[in-house]
């Protein structure tokens, strides 16, 4: 059974910060690419960050650029996502998800590309 449980989400002040975790379970990690992805209301399912398997490399939506960073501790099976300066356009539901293809750079982008995906977790910003 793989499973991916997101963690870290909650109600914050434009301009806090979070640090989101996903834990996986049931495949083997460190083979992955993993994504995370958003979908706030009215709006389809946004690509915010993706990481190759070593931690090595990285891409990022221009819209959270230089405020989000995704990292991995393969030794933990964990994948993070720590976000910064966070703004009320950021309210959405965040998905963690698996790629089982190698890295691709800005093809990692498109949601049809990962295995699996987890429930999500509520990022709320105030104003």
């Known amino acids: 059974q793989v499973q991916l449980v997101e963690s870290g989400g909650g109600l914050v002040q434009a301009g806090g910060s979070l640090r989101l975790s996903c834990a996986a379970s049931?495949?083997?990690?460190?083979?992955?690419?993993m994504g995370w992805f958003r979908q706030a209301p009215g709006k389809g399912r946004e690509f915010v960050a993706a990481?190759?398997?070593?931690?090595?490399?990285?891409s990022y939506a221009a819209s959270v650029k230089g405020r989000f960073t995704i990292s991995r501790d393969n030794a933990k099976n964990t994948v993070y996502l720590q976000v910064n300066s966070l703004k009320p356009e950021d309210t959405a539901v965040y998905y963690c998800a698996a790629d089982g293809g190698a890295y691709s750079g800005s093809d990692s982008s498109r949601s049809q590309r990962y295995d699996y995906w987890g429930q999500g977790t509520q990022v709320t910003v105030s104003s």
């Open positions: 049931g495949l083997s990690f460190r083979s992955y690419t």
């Open positions: 990481i190759n398997w070593s931690g090595s490399r990285t």
